[in-house]
């Protein structure tokens, strides 16, 4: 009788110790999906930081074409168009402040992640699948692509 009862007191606190186990496992499963829930919500943020001036980027982009071709066919010595290039230089410098830099695309190899090919043409100039020439500027911000260059690849 009394080793029956020694076992059943033995079975109890291998129980309890399995129950005291289980929960630990419980404990340490919460704590680690925590920690990645606070990882991944802190990557959420950053992003979010990061590329809140996405859509005003985009935007601006198209005011900055437009400034360069007017600068284009600007007099030379002309002190309108003197300012205006003033103005423009300004403006380039608050978008590289803001994380927004030009992807180089004449010359280089031709990546349809960055680079957008329209046509084809024969170049005895660049070398078959290099950029020839450039339509369309394109842009990063933050080295993620707001709008990929719009360029002509040689054959």
């Not at 982009?61 to 010595?77: S, T, W």
């Not at 403006?91 to 830099?101: A, I, M, N, R």
């Not at 957008?116 to 170049?123: F, K, Q, T, V």
Request: charged share 35%.
């Amino acid at each position: 009788m009394a080793k029956k009862k020694t076992e059943e007191a033995v079975e109890e606190v291998v129980e309890e110790v399995v129950e005291e186990q289980k929960d630990d496992e419980k404990f340490l499963r919460l704590m680690a999906d925590f920690q990645n829930y606070k990882r991944r919500t802190e990557k959420e943020k950053s992003d979010i930081y990061a590329f809140a001036n996405e859509k005003i980027v985009g935007e601006l982009l198209n005011v900055i074409d437009n400034f360069e071709r007017a600068l284009e066919h600007a007099p030379e010595g002309d002190n309108f168009s003197d300012g205006m290039k003033l103005i423009f230089t300004q403006l380039q410098e608050v978008l590289e402040k803001s994380g927004v830099t030009e992807i180089k695309a004449l010359g280089e190899d031709f990546d349809p992640n960055y680079h957008n090919a329209m046509m084809m043409e024969d170049s005895e100039e660049y070398e078959s699948g290099k950029v020839c020439f450039v339509l369309q500027k394109g842009y990063l911000l933050n080295n993620k692509v707001v709008r990929p260059a719009m360029v002509k690849v040689a054959n």
